[in-house]
């Protein structure tokens, strides 16, 4: 632990995430801080040979180091964020740069293919390149929406389209503390979005990328395989076991494997370039007696692992684990560096300082927390028993192996997933040991299958090992009373539980009772943020009219139960994502179904519900809020002159046209309007 603490590149990839976390959330000018890490920079040579003469290490030398990795990771995203480009599409099209500009603007594009997404609702996704607007040459990522019908076809990789439409804004969720898929894309620099009918786009010719060539390899994999009698979702297991891509798996088979803590294994990481690399290693065994023989075989190690990446569609997980295991692979064969911690972070640093957007990647967070926390505590596990013989000992390594994951991982599935899954411990002692059989056997069968060698026989076994894994999945996901869900986890848990289980490590390591204090304050640190989120929860009262399409559906939070007013009943109030995202992201552990009512007192103010039958009586009351609903029809002007509410609120029940109507009414009395379809959920919190 001690070599560990004193390896320098572990201080320096902190405070590089730093500085990547403060570049990301703050503006700041690249001129400015590119000058400030050129001083820096000098400022450290001319301290390094200071030190050297004196033969004497420097504490302000030292902190230099730090400050410079906090500004490299600043430098880094900044440069790296494309809107900074002066070459980036948005600024051909808005000078102004205000996303309500660029709205209805029409404009002759240039897209390529780079990415085939997972399709939506009537649509055929896509993450494309942005080469061309209005015929001057420009750069910057988009979210491209096809409509789709019977006659639509997908689109490959590397294909060019020429598209004339407008730029729209990817829109942030419509209600609170739903999934939001604005940052998320954000987070892969795509801030727009393109929808284009099937009539309003023509293909032009097509490019040829490392990208594209990968793409084309494995469609004509999927081709080979089609000729197969092979289930849905088997083919769709395959290719995310061995290709990296998730785009066929049912939502069902999806939740089945994420309720049985097996998710894993749907994404091409650390495990399986693990595997990968090790059946490399023992098929290039022979090219160790030729001369040279070591440098060959590792050249051709690392050379198969980043072909193995590219067809795997480089993803962030799969370009972590290949870094990683190919440093590893150097280390092996150069007997240099073989510590996987020192691995995990110069392979952490790299990574980081080619693309720091990886830092915002969930999948990039859990593979990195699974990996550390086993590195870190599987060998203190595995000290806790030694088996008499090889079979106990292999399972009891894989007891270990998961349980130490799972600790470094837990806090974060909490914060993103809000559930934990309490048998992955058996999941992972039933798939485990046969995945390397798995992994081996689908590479061999794509292999044959391209050359048209494959058996029958051979496709029948692997298809009915795949068959097997998804009912043992399915059958183990099955067990509800063991998957732990709606686990509130906010920001502050998060970092709380971080805190508990970095001094818990330091206090296994070297025992005494000031590390031992470290624990217990943690530990309370723990239990303070869990008390202040409670007490806040009990003492927050709001109403919210949340946005639904087609539907009305009003919730009063008092503490930590809601009450929904709606004309749904309680089993739709429970399939609705939105409302239990909500439920989770404040603590509510109580819930209440009631009829739609007219009439709400709510933090002072009184609310009045305007429905379909459209009547209000004006002599007994003056609201401060009106709610619209069901398109009742009214006459605007006249409600306003008689109850003069300082809010009105139409919500997604309404007609179309009623809004725009009402809208335009409101503009011109300027009395507040919020339509929930355009601004979300509206929220009338405490006073």
């Known amino acids: 632990m001690k070599k560990i603490i004193k390896f320098v590149p572990t201080y320096i990839a902190f405070f590089l995430i730093l500085g990547i976390f403060a570049g990301y959330y703050f503006a700041v000018n690249q001129f400015a801080i590119l000058m400030i890490l050129l001083i820096e920079i000098v400022v450290l040579v001319l301290l390094y040979f200071s030190i050297k003469q004196q033969n004497q290490l420097s504490i302000y030398f030292t902190l230099l180091i730090y400050f410079t990795s906090i500004t490299l990771g600043i430098l880094t995203i900044t440069f790296k964020n494309q809107l900074n480009s002066k070459h980036h599409f948005y600024h ?68 060019t389209l020429l598209i004339y439409t407008d730029f729209k804004p990817i829109e942030p969720p419509k209600n609170p503390h739903y999934f939001d898929y604005q940052k998320h894309l954000q987070k892969q620099q795509i801030h727009h979005q393109i929808l284009v009918s099937k009539d309003e786009f023509k293909l032009l010719h097509s490019t040829a990328t490392v990208i594209g060539l990968a793409a084309q390899l494995r469609a004509k994999i999927n081709q080979k395989l089609a000729f197969y009698a092979i289930g849905k979702a088997e083919l769709a297991v395959i290719n995310a076991l061995l290709l990296g891509q998730r785009q066929d798996i049912s939502k069902d088979l999806m939740e089945s494997y994420a309720n049985a803590g097996a998710i894993h294994i749907l994404a091409v990481s650390g495990l399986h370039i693990g595997i990968i690399l090790m059946i490399l290693h023992f098929l290039l065994r022979p090219l160790e007696r030729l001369k040279n023989g070591k440098l060959w075989k590792m050249f051709l190690l690392v050379l ?84 008499k013989n090889r079979f106990l000992q292999f399972y009891w390594n894989l007891i270990t192996v998961s349980i130490a994951a799972q600790i470094g991982i837990l806090p974060i599935s909490l914060y993103y997933f809000h559930q934990f899954p309490g048998l992955f411990i058996l999941t992972n002692l039933i798939i485990i040991p046969f995945l390397g059989i798995i992994l081996m056997g689908g590479i061999l069968i794509f292999f044959l299958a391209l050359l048209n060698t494959l058996p029958s026989i051979a496709i029948t076994i692997y298809t009915k090992l795949i068959f097997l894994m998804n009912v043992v999945v399915k059958r ?125 007192y709510s933090n002072h103010r009184l609310i009045l519900v305007v429905d379909k039958s459209a009547i209000y009586q004006i002599d007994k009351i003056k609201p401060d809020v009106i709610i619209l609903q069901n398109s009742p029809k009214i006459n605007l002007n006249r409600l306003i002159d008689a109850l003069n509410p300082a809010q009105i609120i139409a919500d997604g029940s309404n007609h179309t046209s009623y809004v725009n109507l009402w809208a335009a009414t409101c503009e011109k009395r300027k009395t ?9 959920a509206y929220i009338l919190k405490n006073n």
């Open 92 to 159: 051909f099209i808005d000078k102004k740069s205000s996303t309500e500009n660029i709205r209805n603007q029409k404009h002759i594009l240039k897209v390529e293919i780079k990415k085939v997404l997972k399709p939506g609702y009537n649509q055929h996704k896509y993450m494309a390149k942005v080469v061309e607007v209005n015929n001057q040459k420009c750069m910057g990522k988009v979210l491209l929406n096809i409509q789709a019908d019977s006659l639509t076809k997908l689109f490959d990789v590397d294909q």
């Open 304 to 387: 198969l692992l980043w072909i193995y990446a590219v067809i795997a569609g480089l993803s962030a997980s799969v370009v972590r684990a290949v870094m990683m295991f190919s440093i590893l692979a150097i280390g092996m064969n150069l007997n240099k560096i073989t510590n996987t911690f020192y691995t995990l972070i110069l392979s952490l640093l790299i990574l980081l300082l080619i693309n720091p957007y990886f830092l915002f990647d969930v999948g990039f967070q859990l593979s990195y927390a699974a990996v550390f926390s086993i590195v870190i505590f599987q060998p203190i596990f595995q000290s806790f028993w030694v088996a």
């Open 476 to 600: 183990i996901a099955a067990q509800e009373s063991f998957l732990i869900k709606e686990i509130s986890f906010d920001f502050w848990m998060l970092i709380s539980f971080f805190i508990i289980i970095i001094f818990s490590l330091i206090y296994i390591k070297s025992r005494n009772s000031n590390r031992l204090k470290l624990v217990l304050i943690s530990i309370i640190g723990f239990q303070m943020v869990l008390f202040l989120t409670k007490w806040k929860t009990e003492n927050t009262h709001e109403l919210v009219v949340f946005h639904k399409s087609k539907q009305s559906i009003i919730g009063e939070k008092v503490g930590n139960q809601i009450t929904f007013y709606t004309d749904l009943d309680t089993a739709s109030i429970n399939k609705e994502k939105f409302l239990t995202g909500y439920q989770i992201g404040n603590s509510i552990n109580k819930i209440k179904v009631e009829n739609a009512k007219n009439i709400f």
């Open 672 to 680: 507040p309007f919020h339509h929930t379809g355009q601004k979300g």
